[in-house]
């Protein structure tokens, strides 16, 4: 009598059944995009690291994603080899001059099919000067509008902060992806965030939507972080991503070299957690 072959699911780090996230379908054409603020106010999450990698791995799947620096450290933009301090326009621009044309402002990066609206130090002012401004919140939601069509995906990597230019992050967005780092002091402020996410939910913006919590900085060798995932999945439930990050050192390496990981080691299990994401993003229907 044959024996009955059996196959063993793959496991997410909570013990969840991974689903199979297949490669993404060509695009006929582009846009409108889906806005996507990444968020967390809380520092040193992997909230640009995320960033930048995510929309390096859409762009391989044939989607045409723009990343917006919207932290006035200017991270993404050196992040993709860009020198803020060089820059004559950037997204502070466009939020205080109505009538200055987006499309000038933005860059085309090394990676085919990704663009970068980038920031600088001048960003920080920003926040005071909107202060008076009527419907402050959406400044940013119009500064987008015109390039909406030309692109599928727009991720904007906001500051760690929950102040005005968050708000207008969450404001322009349909959805947010909280990238969480897998250590119990990142957990405290997660309530802190979703309030706000909820509150601009209920008075600016009633199609936002959190796409999902991503769990970062993830060494399955030691207790702490299997623990700190167990929580999550507990607190969220399917709002947990399927897909975590781990530690490792050719994150920054990456960084240093001013390129997405996926094209600095494109073979590293960075890049291929990235590119799952992506793959997960898209089967979710939170980056089709």
């Keep these: 009598m044959a024996s009955e072959q059996t ?29 996507i603020a990444m968020c967390n106010q809380k520092g040193g999450v992997g ?9 390096a791995s859409l762009a391989e799947y044939g989607r045409r994603v723009l990343i917006v620096d919207f932290d006035p450290q200017g991270a993404a933009s050196v992040g993709l080899g860009v020198s803020p301090h060089e ?3 950037t997204v502070y621009n466009l939020l205080m001059e109505p009538h200055a044309p987006v499309r ?46 030309e692109y599928d995906v727009v991720l904007i990597d906001c500051q760690p ?29 997660v309530a802190l965030l979703i309030e706000t996410i909820e509150k601009v939910r209920d008075r600016l913006n009633p199609r936002l939507e ?17 623990e700190v995932v167990a929580r999550l999945n507990e607190a969220f439930g399917d ?17 240093v070299a001013a390129e ?16 799952q994401l992506a793959r997960e993003l898209i089967a979710r229907g939170d980056a089709a």
């Design 87 to 89: 820059l004559d326009r």
């Design 161 to 189: 902060s929950l102040g005005l230019l968050t708000v207008n992050a969450l404001t322009a967005a349909h959805g947010v992806l909280i990238p969480l780092e897998c250590e119990f002091f990142a957990l405290r402020g």
């Design 210 to 226: 959190v796409d999902g919590i991503l769990a970062t900085m993830y060494d399955p060798r030691t207790l702490h972080a299997r």
């Design 47 to 55: 909230k640009t690291t995320s960033t930048i990698n995510l929309a």
């Design 104 to 149: 000038e402002v933005i860059h085309a990066t090394s990676v085919p099919g990704l663009d970068l609206l980038p920031a600088n130090i001048d960003l920080s002012a920003a926040e005071v000067q909107l202060v008076g401004e009527v419907a402050r919140e959406s400044v940013l939601a119009r500064v987008l509008r015109p390039v909406l069509d």
């Design 239 to 255: 709002t947990l991503l399927h897909t975590v990050i781990g530690r490792t050192v050719k994150f920054p390496d990456s960084s």
């Design 260 to 275: 997405p990981i996926t094209t600095y080691a494109p073979t590293h299990s960075g890049a291929t957690a990235y590119r």
């Design 7 to 35: 196959t063993e699911a793959i496991l997410d780090p909570v013990g969840r059944a991974l689903p199979e996230f297949p490669l993404p379908a060509p695009l006929a054409s582009h846009g409108p995009a889906r806005v």
